[in-house]
């Protein structure tokens, strides 16, 4: 993507940020500085699921800011203590964590697992998982590009292939006392595992005692037609930890986990001074009313609808897709430059993601519709064709469907 080196930013380079800057949401739409209007297919990665500008979040965010914005965890919080009770029974678990980031509630998840663990202190990471950026949850991403220039790592991680239970086995040994795992692994292009996978990791980890920790900072919070993605294999964790969409654009991160866990937890075991901050909870509460059943079944048929969509055109300079609800990857063949692609798509106005190796990521909002389906496919081949990747036989088409 173009970037803006006009003028002197006074920000570390951390992102390669495009020109673009959107000053306004609402609904699954963005707005730039000059009024145009965008398709948001990207949802902040993953955080504005219920749309922007949406009222009824607004209002509980507002109500909030009027009453109190800050007191510390050094206090009683009813709002935090209903929204821990409805995380836990979305979860199947016992007890909730509250911070600020995903890679505060990983960084936390590694803490109580080893704190249970009694000086057991090994934990089983996959390769190509993504946890954070923060040291902790950096080591446990095994992804030799993001440790470059940072060692040496946190000791204690042991990295097996993804989607090999046979590795996992291999790997546990009598220091071993958790495995981190990604439903799906976002970061590395929307890989997802195979239907028995999660079901024997959790057996295996039932055999050695040790704890199962699902990271669903990505795909947790309806994103894929389930309020979270282990859900899909009927399993419940140890420990599963979540942020993004939680208060969809406020910062908020959870750690759930079961009693066995939270019982080697003690005051002063770990905190934050931020975290569950009353205007973020407010708005999660809210989040986690209005993720209901019948907007699950949303996700599950406009996704299954998208990728019909893409999959009837059989293109093929496209190798594969994969999704599963509103967690959709189309990677290319190699002579495709996906990065290009997402900015041209940007270039004309629908905004999404790239991932992995040549994959275009798409998180629409989980209120998208199939009008909003239909534009971005229309748009999706019109770039294609442009780009000269796709006939205009295969345009036309696209344009009849």
Not at 95 to 103: M, P
Not at 120 to 137: A, E, L
């Amino acid at each position: 993507m173009s970037t803006n080196n006009e003028y002197k930013s006074y920000q570390v380079n951390t992102y390669k940020r495009n020109e673009v800057e959107f000053v306004k949401g609402e609904g699954v739409y963005l707005f730039d500085k000059s009024g145009n209007k965008y398709l948001d297919f990207l949802c902040g990665i993953a955080v504005t699921g219920l749309g922007h500008k949406n009222k009824k979040l607004i209002n509980a965010a507002v109500n909030q800011i009027d009453n109190l914005w800050h007191v510390s965890n050094l206090f009683t919080s009813t709002p935090q203590e209903n929204l821990a009770k409805k995380l836990c029974e979305k979860s199947e678990l016992d007890k909730v964590f509250f911070c600020n980031t995903g890679t505060e509630a990983n960084e936390a998840a590694i803490k109580f697992a080893r704190k249970f663990g009694k000086g057991k202190s090994n934990i089983i990471t996959t390769n190509g998982g993504f946890h954070g950026r923060t040291y902790g949850s950096l080591s446990a991403s095994a992804q030799e590009k993001l440790w470059e220039g940072f060692y040496p790592l946190t000791p204690g991680f042991v990295n097996v292939d993804y989607n090999n239970i046979d590795a996992i086995k291999s790997a546990i040994d009598e220091n071993t006392i958790a495995v981190i795992i990604e439903p799906i692994q976002g970061e590395n292009g929307i890989i997802i595992p195979s239907e028995k996978y999660l079901q024997e990791v959790r057996k295996v980890c039932n055999e050695n005692n040790i704890l199962m920790i699902m990271d669903e900072i990505q795909t947790g919070n309806g994103r894929t037609g389930k309020y979270f993605a282990y859900q899909h294999s009927s399993i419940i964790p140890d420990i599963v930890t979540v942020a993004k969409g939680i208060a969809n654009g406020l910062p908020l991160g959870a750690v759930i986990c079961s009693d066995k866990v939270a019982e080697a937890i003690t005051p002063g075991s770990h905190g934050s001074t931020f975290g569950g901050n009353p205007v973020s909870i407010s708005v999660a509460n809210k989040v986690v009313e209005l993720i209901t059943p019948e907007l699950l079944d949303n996700v599950n048929a406009i996704g299954k609808l998208l990728i019909e969509k893409i999959k009837r055109e059989n293109l093929s300079i496209i190798k594969e897709v994969r999704a599963k609800g509103l967690m959709i990857g189309i990677e290319f063949i190699e002579s495709v430059d996906v990065k290009n692609l997402a900015s041209k798509l940007l270039e004309n106005k629908v905004v999404v993601g790239t991932a992995g190796n040549n994959v275009l990521r798409i998180l629409p909002p989980l209120i998208v519709e199939e009008l909003h389906i239909s534009q971005f496919i229309n748009t999706f081949k019109s770039v294609l064709l442009i780009e000269n990747l796709i006939t205009k036989q295969s345009e036309e088409l696209c344009h009849q469907n």
